[in-house]
């Protein structure tokens, strides 16, 4: 019996659709259902997350920052003429490097075998965040700026004709799929205009600000991804002070809720955050900033994490440290490989959208070098519009979670990392001394008795 072309027909329609969804950079008009992310990146080191991210088969990958390190540290010195630490160090502890070195770097990053398999089978965009731009935690005030921004560009292939070349800072945005599957991408840029830490300043600069305005009011998307190199809703620094600080965006509040309101006044469904710089994996979700819930999903690094940044007997501690940090946004969920629902190990950020549903869903998942999943939600795009569900409001004192600011949390519960740290050192001290004194006793009396006889 000879096939008819109606028996084809199932066979031919996913090679048909897996076929137009291939061909992306020729046609932006293309259905857009997998993105990948990802940030933090060591150009000296070896990549091996390439093979998952491209097992994952993304449409378009985004760099979110630190896509190499172009800085160079000076070792932990606490003391001497060139101590880097403490109130009194007078080197500072990152410095940056000269063009020719940054460029290199560039290259080397380029030349990963995993990246280049990459780049020939999805779209590579992508922002920056403080150790490409080219320095530490820096901000408006570095002055190579101009030059790391022409090298960001070079690094991305960015199209000569491209207005990102002549415009100060490297934002950017996409619209990628047809009419009712649209995907919208918004790339900031953290860096090239923020004012000083603890300035509260701004993070985006006027001209920034105004450029997004028109951009989340402009033409309609189903789904908005706004990339930014730091964390959007949580607020890392808040739960870790005195031991540590990360930047983001919680530390510019006034900018943060002026990002939240445009959000909200654009009346723009479908927005979700994604970002990295923290070395270790989260995703959060805050329901009191927009009228439904917005998502920051957090993958940092591809090869820098914090468990991979200590000897590997320390690994399980900064597991139980992540346990013990306290959270009010992250989101908790069955599908967590982890305990604490974040990813220490390096890690990439996996978008999923399944247009063919009804409503159509979205996955948002973090995976590790393996490619296995270590996390993720999946909701109706739908979620992602004001409804009554959502009406909910911070009410008086009572906690919320993904709304109740780390801030607001009791001063017990905040500082529950310092307090354990600072009472596991007093305790040890105490136990030395006290130690010490019964040796000391113990000798005396020993020698005294040994007079006596
Ligand atoms: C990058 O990797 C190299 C080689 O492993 C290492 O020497 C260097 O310290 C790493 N840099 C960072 C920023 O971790
Ligand atoms: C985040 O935490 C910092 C440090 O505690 C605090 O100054 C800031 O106001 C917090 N931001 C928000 C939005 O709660």
């Known amino acids: 019996m000879a096939t008819s072309p109606r028996a084809l027909a199932p066979l031919l329609l996913p090679l048909l659709v897996f076929i137009l969804s291939r061909s992306l950079r020729a046609d932006p008009e293309a259905v857009v259902s997998r993105i990948a992310f990802g940030s933090c990146a060591n150009q000296s080191a070896p990549q091996p997350v390439w093979e998952a991210v491209v097992g994952f088969d993304p449409q378009v990958f985004i760099w979110l920052g630190d896509n190499v390190y172009g800085d160079n540290k000076r070792p932990f010195r606490l003391f001497g003429r060139e101590s880097t630490v403490g109130p009194?160090?007078?080197?500072?502890?990152?410095?940056?490097?000269?063009?020719?070195?940054?460029?290199?770097?560039?290259?080397?990053?380029?030349?990963k075998p995993g990246y280049a398999k990459l780049r020939e089978r999805a779209l590579v965009i992508g922002t920056w965040d403080d150790h490409d731009y080219g320095l530490n935690d820096a901000g408006k005030e570095f002055i190579g700026k101009v030059l790391s921004q022409k090298l960001l560009l070079d690094f991305l292939d960015e199209a000569k004709d491209s207005s990102r070349w002549k415009q100060a800072g490297v934002y950017t945005s996409y619209m990628f799929g047809p009419e009712g599957k649209r995907v919208k991408v918004i790339l900031l840029d953290t860096r090239y205009h923020r004012d000083p830490l603890l300035s509260d300043g701004t993070i985006l600069g006027d001209p920034q600000w105004q450029w997004l305005e028109r951009e989340l009011h402009g033409p309609q998307s189903e789904i908005t991804i706004i990339g930014s190199s730091i964390q959007v809703i949580s607020n890392l620094s808040a739960t870790t002070r005195p031991l540590f600080y990360v930047e983001s965006?919680?530390?510019f509040p006034r900018e943060r809720e002026r990002l939240f309101r445009l959000i909200d006044s654009s009346k723009r469904n479908g927005v979700i955050f994604i970002s990295g710089d923290v070395h270790f994996g989260e995703i959060s979700r805050f329901d009191c900033g927009a009228q439904y819930p917005l998502y920051d999903i957090t993958s940092s690094g591809l090869t820098q994490s914090v468990e991979n940044s200590v000897p590997a007997v320390f690994q399980p501690l900064m597991r139980l440290v992540a346990v013990l940090t306290p959270t009010t946004m992250r989101v908790f969920s069955p599908n967590c490989h982890y305990k604490s629902c974040t990813c220490g190990q390096p890690n990439f950020g996996a978008i999923e959208i399944d247009w063919n549903a009804v409503p159509p869903q979205i996955k948002l998942e973090l995976r590790d070098v393996q490619g296995n999943s270590v996390g993720s939600v999946e909701f109706p795009v739908s979620d992602l519009e004001p409804s009554n569900a959502h009406a909910i409001r911070k009410e008086g004192h009572l906690f919320q979670r993904h709304c109740t600011l780390e801030t607001e949390l009791p001063w017990l519960v905040r500082h529950r990392l310092a307090l354990l740290l600072f009472?596991?050192?007093?305790?040890?001290?105490?136990?030395?001394?006290?130690l010490g004194i019964a040796c000391l006793s113990a000798s005396s009396m020993f020698t005294k008795k040994f007079k006596m006889e």
């Open 423 to 434: 009472g596991t050192i007093a305790v040890s001290v105490i136990a030395v001394v006290l």
């Open 88 to 111: 009194w160090k007078n080197v500072p502890q990152f410095y940056p490097s000269p063009e020719e070195e940054l460029r290199r770097r560039y290259e080397m990053a380029k030349a």
């Open 249 to 251: 965006w919680a530390r």
